[in-house]
Structure formats: C-alpha cells, structure tokens
C-alpha cells in the first residue's frame, strides 16, 4: 500500500473482523491485548486515515468459544466448516450487548473512526442467509442488536447493510426510528438488484446517505486479474476487462448517489491507482458532498453587515448532519479575524443547513448581524463550516481553491472598523 501511496486517495480504511478475532476470550479485547492489531490501528491513523468497522458472525469460529459455552448455539452454513449462531439465542444476544458496549467505549470517536457498521448478521455481515432458531423473530433480533448500537455508540455514525431480505423492518425500525445510514456492497453489479435501487432512490436518498462498495468481482488473491473475470457473467452491465469492471463500479456509484466507493484490497487498490487513476480521481472529484460558498456579497453599514450567500454541492452525496450522533453540528459560521488571525467575532446562520444541500441546486441566504462596538480596526471576515461540539472550528474542508484559504475558514473579504 505504501508503494502505490494509497493513503493520499482515500480516507477511510474498512475493517471487517469476526467477533472472535477481536474479543478471542470473554473480555480480552483486541485493542488491548493484541499488539499486531493495536500495530495495524496505529499505522492506519499514522496516514491520517480514519476507520470503521464491520463486526461480523459468518465463518469458522467467527464467535467466541465462550458465548457457546455460557448456552448459545450454532448451524453450519457450507460445507467448509463454517458456521453462525443462532441470532436470536438469547445468551447470544446477551454477549453481544455486552460486547458492543466495550467496542464503543474504545471507538465512539469521530475524530478517529467515520461510521461504524451496525449490524452484522448473515453471510459476511450482509444481512441475508441468517439463521434463527424462530422465524418469527427476525424483527425483534433486528431491533435488539441495532437498538444495542444505538444505544452505545452517540458519536460515530451508524450504518447497516441494505437488504431487500430484510427491509420491510430495517425501514421502520432502523433508517426511520434510529436514524442509521444505509450501506450497500455490490455497487457496480446486478447483486444491487432493482428493488434495492428503488429503495436508495424513491425512499432513502437524500434523507440517508448511502455508503457503497463495489462488488467482490475484484477479489483474486494472487493479484492476477486477468485471470479473474467473474464480472462476465453479471446480468446488469457488459463488462469484459477488469479495468471496465472497476468504470462501470464508479459510474455505479455516481448515479447511485454514494457517499464512499471502496478500492477493495491492496492488491486491487494498487491496480486501480496505478492503471485507472483517471476514474479514482473522478470518484474523488464527484462522489460524496463536495459544499462550497458560490456566491457572497457583503454590504457594511457601520458595525452592520448584510451577507447574501450561496451554496452549492458538487458531489452526488449529502453531509449526513441530520444523523442523530451528529445532530447537526455542522453549522454555517462567519467570523471575524484580527491581524494575527485570532478569531475575535462568530455568528453562525440558523436557516443554512448542509444537509440538504443536493448536487445541481443553489441554496441562497440572507444574514444580517451587528458587531460589537468594541472591535476597531482591520478585520478579515471569513466563512466556513463549523463543528458546535468543538468550540464551532472550522471543521469540514470546502471545495475552493487553495490561495482563499486560512486553514478550514474561506477568505471573503478585508473590512475596516
């Protein structure tokens, strides 16, 4: 990963780990006992990426010795030896509360981790192929282990896998109720089939912002992908090269209106960065929320200013401030700022909210606020986003250019006093 410098493309590094692997014994957490992992966790904040996670059930010992021995029970799911519990065992979802209650006493941290996958169950954590020992319990175990998430992480935001297997709770009960984003694997394929889609588009978007991946075609452990091309047989789009798998992947994406677009594992990561930087730019450039001023236009009577601004968002995503863990903390701020760059003034405006801020729309605002009468002099009005939970800093890096910058605050104009 170093070799390709993937770091300076992404931003985010997906964890997928077992329960087991991260809680081996009852109690003894991975991130504190396990130095190769603590070792992993520290070299990916080292490159100023942040993490998240997906904790999963699906594969060989993918649950804790303990949790079976203290009553819960297990079904096989293929014949290579691996299993699942059973989701709606009662000790199973005992441990696991209590599980999830440490994971987010060391990771509810927004400045470190961007979403936590929030649910888990099934094949690979995708929420289909569960096994439960009463049918009819599938919506109870999907509120008690999305409401144990909810419950413990306030921070971070919450996402669970979107699956039409399961949506006719996981709307009410999950995206509704709790606020969760939904995240969807096989962006790029017709695995996203048509009623997922429909979903996305007619119901989730843009009150929730979807979190994609691409699809497993891009998945040969040798690296040799030209050997690797499973993507032929996909019913939804005409691929026949890896490199026009990974294009169809971005222009999933973009009309999918997504937030993230993974570069899969380091061997296809340095492909895609090495072969196709072109279309790793062009996620980068359009995916996601892009937010900057369009327009600003001060007028100044004495200690009062009137500001009409405008603001546009150039990626196909939303700022997903109306998660509850964020709780609109991003605010649209003005300040003023001294000759040593010290903020001496802030007014933020109440009816600007990034949130709805969508792709191909100017949102237009009217601000008018008086300055305190002791401030005389030079001052530097700037604008930016700003984080109410951290003292309202500029918090969120807008898409304008460099030279208008003072940190995260965007240079409007030099007033005098």
Known sequence: MEECKAADYSNILYIRMLWKDLEPEEGKYAWIYNERY??????????GLKLAFRVFFHGVDGVPSYVYEAGATESPIDDEGKTQPYYDNPVFLEKLDKFIEAFAKEYDNPDEVDYIDAYGLGRW???????????????SVIRQITESYARHFKKVLTVMNLSQSDYRFSKPLVYDKLGFLPRRDGIGSFWFSNEE??????????????????CWWFNAQDGDNSKYKHFQGDKRFAMNDFKEAFTVSVTDALDSHCNTLDLRMPLQCKFWIEELPDQVQRFITLGGYRLYPDYIKVEQDHKTLTLFHSWKNYGVGVLPNNHPNWNYKYQVSFVLMNEKKEIVFLYTEPEAEPSEWLK????NYLSRFNIPAELQGKYTLCVGLTDKTKNNEAAIDLAVSGNLKIGKWIFVVELEL
């Not at 992993?40 to 490159?47: L, V």
Request: glycine share 12%; no cysteine.
């Open 125 to 139: 954590g995708e929420g289909h192929g569960l096994v439960l020992e009463k049918q009819d319990n599938l919506e």
């Open 197 to 214: 889609r429909a979903m996305v588009h007619d119901e989730l978007f843009p009150k929730r912002a979807l979190i994609g991946e691409g």
């Open 38 to 47: 603590k070792w992993y966790i520290q070299k990916a904040k080292d490159k």
């Open 360 to 363: 191909g729309i100017s949102y």
